[in-house]
């Protein structure tokens, strides 16, 4: 079975300055790593995904994480901070052939000006 | 292009209604997916369709629950004798192919029973 732990449910940063999001995950065999976006009334979009190819993955809107096996852990980050990236944030895991996607509790992230 | 659409958006049930709830994959897509989230935690699986055959429903609650895609393009999850604990927002998700590519999602139907 594979899990994931975000770390954070709640992130507030200021804009212009980094966002740092914390995901640890779980898994018995090699695992495929995603992170998704979920606006208000919007459906969930992909932000980035790791397939075990380059274990620091980029992704769109600034956004990348890093693959660290050693750690078990999927960190999402973004330099500079906009606005529009006020959202809630899931870490997802699933094995490498499997479709079954196992999504964290979230991360709510608020941008103040 | 058209995105993942799903109908309605939001749905009020006394308790012990059935409710039925559409989705509307990307055309073409082979695979679709239905996930139930609760408020403040993340979408949990419910059931997987490849084309038309439902090869997975570990995820259903109960047997309340029922899913189906008969002519493998649009699915409907119904929920019968709805309980308040069925509260939650519904999301389906469709994906060109089996395996851990992309899912792409719609905007969900948030059910609240009364």
Same mark, same amino acid.
């Given at each position: 079975?594979?899990? *994931? ?7 507030? *940063? ?7 999001? /914390?995901? =640890? ?7 495929? !790593?995603?992170? +998704? *976006?979920?606006?208000? =009334? ?7 995904? +790791? ?7 980029? @992704?769109? =809107? ?30 997802? *895991? ?6 079954? !996607? ?9 941008? /103040?000006? | 292009?058209? %995105?993942?659409?799903?109908?309605? /958006? ?5 308790? @012990? ?8 994959? &990307? ?23 490849? =084309? ?19 002519? %493998? ?5 119904? &929920? ?18 089996? @395996? ?7 905007? %969900? ?6």
């Amino acid at each position: 079975a594979q899990s *994931v732990t975000q770390l954070d449910s709640h992130v507030s *940063v200021s804009e212009g300055t980094p966002v740092l999001l /914390r995901c =640890n995950y779980s898994s018995s065999y090699s695992p495929s !790593l995603f992170w +998704y *976006v979920q606006h208000p =009334n919007k459906g969930l979009q992909l932000l980035l995904k +790791y397939t075990s190819a380059a274990t620091l993955v980029k @992704g769109i =809107n600034g956004f990348e994480a890093e693959f660290k096996k050693s750690e078990t852990s999927f960190h999402l980050t973004k330099p500079s901070a906009h606005m529009s990236d006020a959202a809630e944030y899931f870490c997802v *895991v699933t094995l490498v052939d499997d479709y079954k !996607l196992s999504f964290g509790a979230g991360t709510t992230v608020t941008v /103040r000006a | 292009g058209a %995105g993942v659409s799903q109908s309605p /958006r939001y749905k009020v049930a006394k308790r @012990g209604q059935d409710v039925a709830l559409r989705c509307d994959p &990307i055309s073409g897509h082979v695979s679709l997916f239905w996930y139930q989230q609760a408020l403040g935690q993340g979408p949990e699986f419910l059931t997987y369709f490849q =084309n038309e055959a439902q090869l997975d429903k570990s995820g259903l609650p109960s047997d309340r629950f029922f899913a189906e895609r008969p002519e %493998g393009s649009v699915s409907t999850l119904k &929920i019968q004798r709805t309980q308040q604990e069925d509260s939650a927002v519904y999301l389906c998700a469709s994906s060109l192919l089996d @395996g851990p590519y992309e899912q792409y999602f719609g905007p %969900g139907t948030r059910l609240t029973v009364t």
